[in-house]
């Protein structure tokens, strides 16, 4: 029998015969792992981990470890929906049923009369996982387009009989497992019993293929687990998730509202946001001194010429909110989409010599891009933003230098914000096609190779991606994992040779001669709006004391005390301490609770023996009690309490002439 | 003889023949004050001083005092330019030559082959002095249109000619003096020999009645005054106005820039400026925070609904920047040229109840409004530019309080800033034509008697224009004069009834029913654009101590003192104290001159005695040399000094739930 070499991704080669499947591959390896391969990825196609392999071939094996792995279970899991479906409303029709981030959905068109809401989902997951448990096999079929046709003309399916159209002949497969047949270019996982538990967790409505003028199926999202207690952990996750949304938060804690007259994802920050966010640039403001960026402010609008120029006009002036013209002159004016392009031309305000540099321009620019409305959300989907933007314009010799202080900078930043556990993703050329970046190929050399001796020298957790840089140079990306566990991408590292081409930017070297320099983009928020909603939602609304847009609540015991009470806060409001007096006509214990609904960290508590005394009673939200003060000794223990954050001390940059 | 009555503005009325003029009414007052008068407002429209009086009027005789009676001087200096150009080169034609805010021009069309350049002025003026000095007098003559035709063509000027087609027969005059006739409606000065010194001051080219189809002409401006010392002041004055202008500092000190590219009217405000700028809006939101104003941030642009609701779309839409369209969705967005509107629909983010009230929302908005390319000019007329902006939404039974904080906030802005002199302008309704304004009758009386009463109690320098209200309320102008005497329109409160009704805004009264605020607009630096170019104009550039973009330069007297220079210099950025260490190779003389050009307040000269001592040797700009100080004590003087400005203390507003 005719062997095949199956090369491992660890590199190691071991010989199989002809047609071993990628299930016994990993057979072949412990009984463990075949139990947990739920697809394979040969030669960088992802297959059904029961295929049989029939050349030479790299293999990786998935699990649920693996997004494709997980990927491959939810879209079996998605079959498995319908195939309830179908044994519970026969006549049911099928669209499509793919996997998506977090589990699947299927869209159906329901027989008439059936109405599937929320209150049938538990019949339905019983009847998933009955089905489960009958360790179906998915089976694969090659199939002519005429038979296809007749399979689905035979059932009345005139969504698949409508796929199908779009398909050739030849390139044409069916799965199977138990009584459901689908048209489908699978992978699938071998058996249906390896769907543990179901879990059915919306029902909406939507246009077939997502035309407004096709009818409208019934859209139902599920998601399925290899094990139970992975579901419970989902649900726990989900529920905590939803307690936290920046959208339910901001409302409650008067952080930002939307107007549909004002327009579609475009956020109003009420008072409380607006002091948040007042405060997070403030802190960045003042480490970017130290780290000698100089803070510059240019306008929301440039004309079309500056966008020809930089190239942005042409990749996405289609896809982008559409020119201004004005009324007498031939004018067009574009909003603002980055505040590159600003930058460029206030670098050029004046000649630059290589002892100048690097120049280090940071601006907190708003700029406005356009997305569909369907697409917006809360804060993190929007239509106008503000990036914590920089552009730093250096010398080739020093993109290390820079890159390694950028590194410093947004370290410090997530750190002073809680954010402790974050990984960085390099991305470098795809060596096989150097010819679609722009830049000399020595500077890129030089430049890859020193962004990942600097992630080494700074100890950052990295993973390399080849491929992913922007075709204008190298990157680095910033991952940071939230208070439950969620994933968020922030901050970036961008190193960029083509704008500085475009707008013709130069320095005079110490050779007298004239120089392109490097640009360096960067944003450790990336943009506050979406920063402000992963706070919000790792915090869940208890901002660290720095950032509560109350800090302190000042609680007479009775209307004897708002005197006293008053004369309190007002000393703290001398020291930028912000919060409220709450001189209601409530008990204590009310006024206590309403404090701690509100999440402000201190309430201080004044009757008799405080008023007496000239202190307070402090209390630390979620902590109770904490004794008797005096104003000053508070404003104290909350200087150092805040001070603690502002603690970064790059090197102090050198004065220059 | 019939007796007419004559009322002067102080009220008395006297009695003249009919047919008297009002220089016969001078002179019978002095014959100082006949010599004095250059025309005469006669029932409110301004006359040639020697035009007869017919019927009963009142009368204001017109000096060089008044603007007015500038304007007949300036359009008579204008008439005796026109004759001297017809003397000296016979065969010009005549366009239009009026009186303008500083002087006058007149629009020519030299005969072929003569070029007028600034070389050819001392001709000219000399040529106006000698017909000056004729004392002929300006004689008007009713003239009808075929003869006023006639009397051109046989002149063969076809500008004239073009301007007569457009006038009604019967309503045509002509004025003469000495060789010169023209076609004008008047009035002028009795006499040319008033013009005693004169000035030609430009030469530019004009496109007759400023179509740019149409012929270009040779424009020449001038001014002229009655006494000779006032030519040599106005003189001064202008140099020294060019020396401070705004656009020649800015570049020079790096304070902004301007980039074709970007687009006209649109600044870049470089690192320097920007520091300036943010400096300014910290000082102003600190002493609103203590005011109780809000911060709030709104988004550049809103639908095209938001401002239909607003009523600024039908008012402003056709000569504002054009709508911005989505690419796939039927929206229209306009950028947004004023704050009010967002700030109304935040204020509808939640209800009021009267014990909210007053809400005070502040942003630093920026704003665009277009302007047409050639009315630009540096920062003072610009296409974007941010407003100090603040709206108060109060009840009627606030306006008063309100109304006069904000009046304190402005005066504490002015003396911080070092503008002492300032009047203010009260613009009520006109009377006459209550109906042309939005709003109840009784709140207009009461809000227009509370503003009048508030500014008395202020003790403010105030003129009272009535009919010069907005159609939506009264208002409050400032008129700050700065350090060379200009006056500069600075600071505005308006009272808004309009808003209000037009965005439904609500707040629930203590009678439990809707009621609707009052809002009041203000912005007490205007825009912050426009206020930095006249703070620049007004220190020419030496801005005050905590201002300066460069506070300070260490100026180490040779190489061995640059570490402890450095070491000074880095103390006092520790202390956010913004300069330059000048570690050039340079004598110290050269450094300081250069640090002087630079308008740096405070130089701290280190040398050998001062590195020993650990001290610096202190000069002030200007000043000289201090003494000797500790860094330490440099700072507690750097820190006394910029601390003084920040001073404010209203009534601290109390914290509510």
Redesign the interface.
Known sequence: MTQINITLPDGSVRQYPQGTTSLEVAQSISEGLMRNVLSAKVNGEVWDATRPIHTDSSLQLLTWKDDAGKNTFWHSSAHLLAEALEALYPGTKFGIGPAIEQGFYYDIDTPEGVVISQDDFPKIEQKMTELAKQKNEYLRKDISKQEAIQYFEQKGDEYKLELLERLEDGSITFYEQGNFTDLCRGPHIPTTDKIKSVKLLNVAGAYWLGQTDRKQLTRIYGISFPQAKELKEFLELRAEAEKRDHRKIGKEM?LF?F?E????G??????K???L??RLENFLKKAQVRAGY??????????K??YI?SGHYAKYG????????????D?E?L?KPMNC??HC??Y???PHSYKDLPVR?AEFG?V?R?E??GELHGLTRVR?FTQDDAHIFCRPDQVKEEFGKVIDLVQYVFTALGFSEYTAQISLRDPENREKYIGKDEDWERAEREITEVTIEKGLNTVTELGEAAFYGPKLDFMVKDAIGRKWQLGTIQVDYNLPQRFELEYTGSDNQKHRPVMIHRAPFGSMERFVAILIESTAGKFPLWLAPEQIA?LPISEKYHEYA?KV??EL?EHDIK??????DEKIGRKIRDAEVRKVPYMLIVGEKEAEAGQVSLRKQGEGDLGSFTPEEFVQRFKDETDKVTAFSPT?P????
Chains 1, 2 share one sequence.
């Open positions: 008067e509202t107007s007259k004002v327009g579609k475009l956020p109003l920050w009420l008072p946001g607006a002091i966010r007042e100089e803070q510059v402010m240019s306008p929301h609008i440039g004309s010429e500056l120029t289609k896809d982008s909110f559409q020119p201004i013209r004005t009324p007498d002159e004018e004016y909003l392009p600003h031309e206030m050029k305000a004046k321009f708003t406005y356009y569909q409305s106008g000042v008053q806060f007002r409001q919060g409220f007096m709450d001189d209601r102090t050198e004065g220059r002439v």
